[in-house]
Every structure is written in C-alpha cells, then in structure tokens.
C-alpha cells in the first residue's frame, strides 16, 4: 500500500477521493486535526509542525504533499495592505514555501511530490505549474486538466454554507481560532487532489513494474 504524507493537513480537501493508501495526515491546529480524524478515522493524525515533521520523516513515504500557508504569498492580503485596508499590516513573505520546494527537489529522489499554494502577488520565485487558482511545485508531470470544480459565489449569498456544501464538509463543530469561512476558502478541490494522486501513483506503480521486469530479465 502506498505511504503518503498529507502536510498542513487542515480537513483533508485535497484528499477525500484518495483511496488505496496508508496516510499520515499532519496539523498544528488541534481542532482541525480532530476534525480531519473524526472525516478520515483510518488516516494516522498528528498535531505537530508540518515543517519540521517533512525533515524529519521525508524518507518514509512514497508520496507527498505539502500546502504551507498561504496568506502571506496571497495576492488579496498583499492588496489590501498596500492599498486601502490600514487594518492589514504587510507581511514578510514566509519563506518557508520555498524551503520545502528546494528541500523536496533535492532530497526526496525515492517517490513523488507536490507543494501547493496559491499564486503570489509577485512572479514566482521558483517556476511553477498553474492549474486554476492555485500554484503546484511537483517532480512528475500535471495534466493540464485537473477536473476541477468552480464554484461560483454570489453577492448575499451564505459563503460559509456553500463552500461547506461545495467541499463536503461540516466546520460547525470547529472551536479554535481560525475564521472557518477562511478555513473554507483554502481547501484544495477534492477532483483536482484526486487527479494529482492518481497521477502521481500512476507513475509510482509504472516506475515498480518496470523495475520488477527489468530484475526478471537480469
């Protein structure tokens, strides 16, 4: 069974479709975490530092995926605080979005990864594949079509209430500190996370069973 490793783990948006895998789901927030074990009771939770935990254990999977947050690389956080919000400070970019790139490109040579995050205010600082409104940073090829969804949101329109029905989750139970509509907003489409996934197993297995008959013939 395929090892995966889910950073910054929030509710699992990207990995509702996933299936045939052994996932360790990792996320500082306790409440989240709870509520990613009570939506994927056979996943292996933990609440910890997604950073330090991919440095530490990047070598026990097969796959991985890491979504570091996002806001201080977000195109609407940026407009805001350098136009007409006062009440948002600018924000060192958090670089730790490219010290995992680098860190996976380099090191991890045995399985497959991909970092998302959102297109910056400014021009990547290492290129990226676009898919829709996000940036994905992998070592295997995307498609070019991920399936995913779009989702369309109305001025008076219960934002909370759609995106929860679009992502097939309940934020109701949440008691931490995270707004849930921002919660809501980050979560990767369940078709685009599940394109991702097969594509990269695809490859996975292909790269096994090539392997395996390249043994038989020696």
């Known amino acids: 069974m395929v090892k995966v490793l889910n950073l910054y ?3 699992g948006g990207n990995r509702l479709l ?3 895998c052994d996932v360790t789901a990792v996320e500082l927030d306790s409440e989240l975490a709870r509520m990613y074990q009570d939506r994927f009771p056979n996943d292996k939770v933990i609440v910890t530092d997604a950073h330090q935990y991919l440095l530490d254990h990047y070598k026990e999977f097969d796959f991985i995926w890491t979504s570091p947050p996002c806001p201080s690389h977000s195109r609407p956080r940026y407009w805001n605080s350098s136009n007409y919000d ?4 600018p924000i060192y970019p958090d670089m730790k979005l490219y010290e995992e790139i680098l860190f996976l490109q380099h090191y991890f040579r045995s399985g497959k990864y991909v970092v998302e995050n959102v297109i910056p205010y400014y021009e990547p600082l290492i290129p990226a594949k676009k898919r829709g409104r996000h ?3 992998t070592n ?6 991920l399936g995913e969804r779009e989702i369309q949101i109305c001025a008076g329109v219960d934002e909370l209430k759609k995106l929860c029905k679009f992502h097939s989750i309940d934020v109701s139970s949440y008691k931490g500190q995270q707004s849930p509509l921002t919660i809501a907003r980050n979560l990767v489409d369940y078709e685009a996370g599940n394109t991702i ?3 990269a197993i695809g490859i996975l297995n292909s790269n096994n069973s090539n392997q395996t008959e390249l043994f038989k013939k020696q």
């Open 9 to 11: 783990a929030c509710l």
């Open 86 to 89: 006062t009440n948002t400070k």
């Open 197 to 199: 996934y097969k594509t």
């Open 18 to 20: 996933w299936e045939n």
């Open 135 to 137: 940036l994905y940073w």
């Open 140 to 145: 295997f090829n995307l498609p070019n079509k």
